[in-house]
């Protein structure tokens, strides 16, 4: 049987897809100039917008002068044809927001999980909070995206372990969908971040690099191609389980001791260092700081301090370079990403110089160059990521199915 009468119709929606995203990244463009930048005739473009304002995707929203004859009509998207929401789950704190179909954010909550663990429970009454902070109908949310810590399994999409979250496992993400009864997507909270990065941060213009996360934790997210590469299990990145030679490591990282099996028998005796994690997670860089004369209340206040103490707080710097270098320099030999993006609050914090002295710490490690350099992204990078990735869910449900 012949396809052929289909043709225009898939046309028509490939053209129309096309206008949106222009539309999108431009803002607002007359006929004209849609047409121009689309390839399309005049009276084309005119079809197209006028379907589209037929569906309620696009408005004209003012008109452009300057040229001869009546001044030309500006059409742009419709802000309201659909909103997403954004959420990035802690042990301690969920942030949370919604952005309308354009990438605008409409409002931010922060939510105390008041000692209540039950992702459902979390989730749901964040929701209601940002509903009622934005006024945006509850009907009008199209997608949710949830950022949290440990590893998510690409092919069910649960989270297949974390240790902040332990309640959060596998069959949570069903329950999430029966509850919101929308579109909801669960994904490790550092990926997110590189996601933004990607987008309006450090590496917007890399194909290939790697975001590492440095706070309480650490984490990595990698992206190759333009793409997230999460790893057959979800388990890509997780670089805090990173072995450092010489020494000791457990028998078995699963068992209910852990890595606690290394701990030192005597009371006050140097923990053993075993795992990147043990190099630069936020206890151990508060650690070598006390060392190094900068007592702080967090590893992000410590660098701050080092920092405002020029001369007297290189040593400490230098010996956090060398640290978050093994793992760089690991990662570096085996990617060679070309870019690796610090984030998190200490590699916010450290900013630039602490970025030189990784990079330079990193050459004398491997025969490979990487530039290193500071997140871009200002805000909480992993809710911008998780409102991100909810935007391309919702847009391609929107724009595809002609529903506003």
Known sequence: ????????????ELNDRAALELLLSAGSLTRSQLGEMTGLSKVTASQLLGRLEERGLVQVVGRQGGGRGPN?????????????????VGPSEISAGIADITGRLVTEVTIDPNGSDDPVTLVHNTVMALVDSSKVPMERLRSFVIGTPGVVDPRSGDVRYSHDLPAWHDGVLDLLRRDLRRTVVIENDVNLAALAEHSVGAAAEAEDFVLLWLGGGVGMAIMLGDRLHRGSGGGAGEIGYLPVAGAPLPDDVGAPEGFASLAPAVEGAKPLSHSYQSLVGGHEVQSLAISHGFPSGSAAAAVVKALAAG?????????????????????????DPGLVVLSGEVGRVGGAELARRVAAAVSRLGPNTVRV????????????????????????????????
């Open 1 to 12: 049987m012949s396809r052929r009468p289909g043709t225009p119709r898939l046309l028509r």
């Open 72 to 88: 030309a009509a500006l059409y742009s998207v419709v802000p309201s044809c659909g909103y997403v929401a954004g959420l990035h």
């Open 311 to 335: 001369a007297d707080g290189a040593a400490f710097l230098d010996e956090l370079a060398h640290r978050i270098a093994l793992g760089v320099a690991s990662v570096c030999v085996v990617l």
């Open 373 to 404: 350099a500071t997140t871009g992204v200002t805000g909480n990078p992993v809710l911008r990521g998780a409102l991100l990735a909810a935007l391309d869910h919702a847009r391609e449900e929107v724009f595809s199915s002609g529903s506003g």
